[in-house]
């Protein structure tokens, strides 16, 4: 997997969101067990992302805000994912910063 930073920096300070291709999960469970308040296994077993009101998001490509003092849990999640389907991007540019897509 190709990520933009070791860790959270230059980015820590914008907007960003996630989401997770689910057609790419393996349903390994990592990134619930760093990251609980953003990601949650449904009963597919696949992982899905969770909104702010802690409701989880089912539509393919769905997005949510990684609050910041999450970003590393985030962040760690996306680096240790077996699928390689989290995506973190910039929500001003949409231009994904931690992730498989990553620059």
Request: aromatic share 4%; charged share 25%.
């Amino acid at each position: 997997m190709t990520v933009q930073h070791d860790s959270p920096g230059a980015s820590d300070t914008e907007d960003l969101e996630v989401w997770i291709d689910q057609d790419l999960c393996t349903g390994d469970g990592i990134c619930v067990q760093y990251a609980p308040e953003v990601f949650e296994l449904d009963i597919d077993g696949l992982a899905y992302v969770k909104s702010a009101d802690d409701e989880l998001l089912q539509e393919p490509g769905a997005t949510t805000r990684v609050p910041l003092p999450l970003l590393t849990d985030v962040v760690d999640s996306a680096k240790e994912c077996p699928g390689d389907c989290i995506h973190v991007r910039r929500v001003s540019d949409s231009v994904e910063v931690y992730g498989p897509d990553a620059a």
